[in-house]
């Protein structure tokens, strides 16, 4: 009788996974087994609800120092492919599943989402109640959090997540911006030329544009009014990214000098805090943030509602009714999370200036906010 073959283990797996522990800076401890790299990280810990887009979740830069908690259940089942990516790496501190799927299945997959996580250096965990660890931090807020699979003691691993540094006053949009300035092509007819500063701009953005006939020009975080001005740019817009955005001096003072030359400007996300703080208005942390692609927003001009696309731990602290009067003119709230009433977009009024908390650009998420591009377009064409 013919002996049949071992089955094989499907690739990116190891036999067996070795044991791992997250640890939250209260105490709360999850035990699990190791999934990417083994080994010890250390960040905030936030959740995502998103279903689909894990790819997109892990390289968006602002998810710098962040360890993700993903809420849906299996995750790895598409696998990783080499064009949905927001940037070149993974910037998740450390990664958090359920349910990894053993084996990817899709037409695009290139490796399994373990394999690239080991890859790149990230440690997480799995088979843990994601779902517990979720509302814990819905009930406790975001908070640091460790992961080991290298059998540190569960004291020792506590006192270095309690060591390491919170997300608040950190200045990261350094850290995950370009080093050099890039262009993206305006797609058939040029009709704008945008500078963007990269505060840790998703590479979707700036096709969103080109897409619209904007010529980018991609600065880093540090670049000034004097970078700016030599593009001779039609519009200026401000990107999403991490950190906190008190502790954003630069980017603020040149969004100052772009308000005061009346230059267009669009901003999402980070560049939505960083112009409240430009108008006057403070920015705060919010309990757990809003991380998914599945939060309404009414645009208050419109009163329509749209599913939008979040990554987000600060807010901007506006008045929800009324105009107020900032050192650029009349300001008011555009649009506010039906969710919690947080703030999710600004208009300047007598400056040819707004912004939104969330992000248009939809990778991965929905498309009901596209048309934030065109307003954009419609700005620069008003202050021709």
């Known amino acids: 009788m013919t002996a049949l073959p071992a089955p094989r283990r499907p690739a990116g797996t190891t036999s067996p996974r070795r044991p791992a522990v997250l640890i939250l800076e209260d105490g709360r401890a999850f035990h699990g087994e190791s999934y990417g790299a083994d080994g010890e990280t250390f960040g905030e810990a936030v959740f995502a609800t998103g279903m689909t887009g894990y790819q997109e979740t892990l390289t968006d830069p602002s998810y710098h120092k962040q360890v993700v908690v993903m809420t849906a259940p299996h995750i790895g089942n598409t696998g990783v492919n080499d064009e949905d990516g927001e940037s070149s790496r993974i910037w998740v501190s450390g990664y958090v599943v359920r349910d990894p799927a053993r084996v990817p299945s899709n037409w695009r997959s290139r490796r399994t989402l373990d394999d690239e996580l080991a890859a790149q250096g990230v440690v997480g965990i799995s088979g843990i109640d994601t779902r517990a660890l979720t509302r814990h931090l819905r009930e406790r807020g975001a908070m640091r959090v460790g992961i080991s699979s290298t059998g540190t ?4 691993l506590l006192d270095r997540v309690r060591a390491t540094d919170r997300m608040e006053g950190a200045d990261l949009a350094g850290q995950v911006s370009t ?5 993206v092509p305006a797609i058939g007819t040029r009709r704008f030329t945008v500078v963007a500063i990269d505060l840790g701009i998703k590479a979707m953005t700036p096709h969103r544009m080109a897409q619209r006939g904007m010529e980018v020009h991609v600065l880093p975080a540090a670049s000034g009014i004097d970078d700016v001005a030599a593009i001779n740019p ?11 955005p008190a502790a954003s001096v630069g980017p603020v003072r040149l969004l100052e000098d772009v308000l005061a030359r009346r230059l267009p400007f669009f901003g999402i996300c980070f560049g939505n805090q960083l112009l409240g703080r430009a108008l006057g208005f403070g920015t705060y942390k919010l309990s757990y943030g809003h991380r998914g692609i599945n939060l309404p927003v009414i645009d208050r001009a419109t009163g329509k ?3 939008t696309a979040h990554n987000h731990g600060f807010a901007v602290d506006a008045p929800l009714t009324g105009d107020a009067a900032t ?3 009349r300001a008011r709230v555009s649009h506010v999370c039906l969710n919690d009433e947080v703030v999710e977009g600004l208009e300047c009024l007598d400056t040819p200036a707004f912004s939104v908390q969330y ?19 419609e700005l620069m064409s008003a202050g021709r």
């Open 179 to 183: 080093r050099e300035p890039y262009v």
């Open 327 to 329: 050192p650029f003119g």
């Open 153 to 156: 003691a569960g004291e020792t």
């Open 359 to 377: 992000h248009p650009e939809a990778a991965a998420g929905p498309h009901d906010a596209a048309y934030l591009f065109d307003r954009f377009g």
């Open 234 to 244: 039609d519009g200026v817009f401000f990107s999403n990214g991490p950190g906190d």
């Open 305 to 307: 509602v749209e599913v």
